[in-house]
């Protein structure tokens, strides 16, 4: 006899530090849960086939496209998004340097470089070539991507 699939399940999980229960379509997508149920559209979503990175979010520490993570996936997880960047309206000191260092033009990479950024240790990609390496599967159309680095050297302490 064939087993019947449910076509909701309850999840629990936190997210950017709020508990959040819901019951939701098993094959809902993470972006979507987030951006339509949750009403977090920082999270973007340029592909939708997880090449851009532009719905990059920190799913228990470790960046996640949430395009191609079902929602289901996130049950009992913590995930942060770049609504969670901010304390209290003080930037973080990475969007502090975006913004420093003119590292958006149109914003929609953005919060995918930030939260791809946010979960990364800069002792693992040294020097100006690990910046490199450590965001490219972050797509940018507008900024040449001089602008990104240079706001990620600020942080990390890197010269070019
Ligand atoms: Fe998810 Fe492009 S929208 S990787
Ligand atoms: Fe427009 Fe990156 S600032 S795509």
Redesign the pocket.
Known sequence: MATELAAEIRVELSVNGEPVHAVVPVRRLLADFLRDDLGLTGTHVGCEQGVCGACTVDLDGAPVRSCIVLAVQADGASVRTVEGLARDGVLSQMQAAFKEHHA???????PGFLMTLSTVDPADYPGAEGIREALSGNL????GYGGIIAAVESVWGESP
């Not at 958006?104 to 953005?110: H, I, P, R």
């Not at 940018?140 to 900024?143: D, K, P, Q």
């Open positions: 958006l033009q149109c914003g929609f990479c953005t940018c159309r507008c900024t």
